[in-house]
């Protein structure tokens, strides 16, 4: 039967949009405690992962086709031979403590989303004292962190979160849990993928998850032994530096340098220059960064334009394709600043 070509346009841009709603990935780290994945945005010494927001089991069809599901305990794919890159003595496990805390402390969490697709959060902990031994999935298990407040262990991503989102809340350690090496493991469950529901119908969100994870290397003392050691209580990295921002009050304007950019280009004035590109992304995704702003540019956020402008779906797509390292990014569907 023979259709207008309008017709047979809108339902391929119908199609595509399906497609963006429920198959693309999302992306994200934890940024508190610092993970192994994310430690060098904190000046820590470890080699910078410019990859970092995406320890995805390898991504989906390596997780689910190849892997059964599995994953490595700290995100890397399940297949690869150990040592994995962010496991015990792979290329970002170095052992470096990122925080010290005490038994049965309430502890900062944060998680950084570039680009969200809902879904929950898990924290798990395990007490290894080993560095050069990976911690089990069966250690994770047995300590489940709970939200303060609450008796769920479960963090559920708000519907009104930002498609590029930061995430605090506070977990409570195990009252008498105490170590000099500890991993904690964050696991983000996504609710994006297309799947048969418990009912029987059929809906995004309704899939086998999209998996992230992240390691973190920290330490726990008893808070029952007298005075706490100074590093307990300024708990903040020791290679961490500090800039003075002029417009912000006088009285309140030295803040702490974190990278948190992931992807650099260079400026539009800078663009015809070769090279210009890698340059930037060499020199603005390290620690402490060279990033002079009128060479290079680091988008922020993205948007869909042309036919995929306002279609649900569409803006997060932009986001999975334009803001990652060595991306490529449709410039006649998505536009970042």
């Known amino acids: 039967m023979w259709m207008p070509r309008t017709v047979t346009r809108m339902m391929l841009l119908a199609v595509l949009i399906a497609f963006l709603a ?23 010494p470890n080699p910078v992962n ?11 069809a390596i997780q689910w086709e190849k892997n059964s599901g599995r994953c490595g305990v700290c995100g890397d794919a399940y297949h690869v031979k150990s040592p994995r890159p962010h496991e015990a003595g792979g290329e970002y496990a170095k052992g470096i403590i990122s925080r010290y805390y005490t038994a049965g402390q309430e502890i900062d969490v944060e998680v950084e989303l570039t680009a969200n697709h809902y879904g929950r959060f898990e924290i798990f902990l395990c007490p290894n004292n080993n560095p050069r031994q990976e911690a ?29 989102d930061i995430f605090r809340y506070r977990v409570r350690l195990p009252p008498y849990v105490t170590c000099t090496q500890c991993v904690l493991q964050w696991t983000y469950y996504t609710a994006n993928m297309w799947g048969t529901c418990a009912n029987g119908t059929e809906a995004v969100g309704c899939g086998k998850a999209e998996t992230f994870r992240n390691c973190a290397d920290i330490a726990i003392i008893s808070n029952t032994g007298g005075g706490v ?62 990033c002079p702003e009128e060479a290079c540019h680091c988008p922020q956020e993205c948007v869909a334009i042309g036919e995929l402008e306002g279609q649900e779906g569409a803006d997060t797509y932009c986001m999975d394709q334009c803001l990652n390292y060595k991306s490529e990014c449709p410039p006649d569907r998505c536009r970042c600043y």
């Open 22 to 44: 429920s198959g693309v990935q999302g992306h994200g780290r934890l940024m508190d405690p610092p993970a192994r994945n994310a430690m060098w945005r904190f000046g820590y």
């Open 229 to 290: 050691p100074p590093i307990f209580v300024n708990n903040k990295s020791p290679y961490l530096l500090y800039y003075r921002d002029y417009r912000a009050p006088a009285d309140n304007n030295i803040f702490p340098l974190i990278v948190r950019d992931q992807k650099c280009i260079g400026a539009p004035a800078f663009r015809t220059l070769p090279g210009i590109d890698n340059w930037c992304e060499i020199n603005c995704l390290r620690y402490p960064p060279n």
């Open 50 to 60: 410019y990859n970092d927001n995406e320890l995805f089991c390898g991504g989906y």
């Open 136 to 164: 089990t999935q069966e250690c994770f298990d047995r300590y489940p962190l709970i939200i303060s407040g609450s008796r769920e262990h479960r963090y559920l991503i708000p519907r009104d979160a930002k498609k590029k």
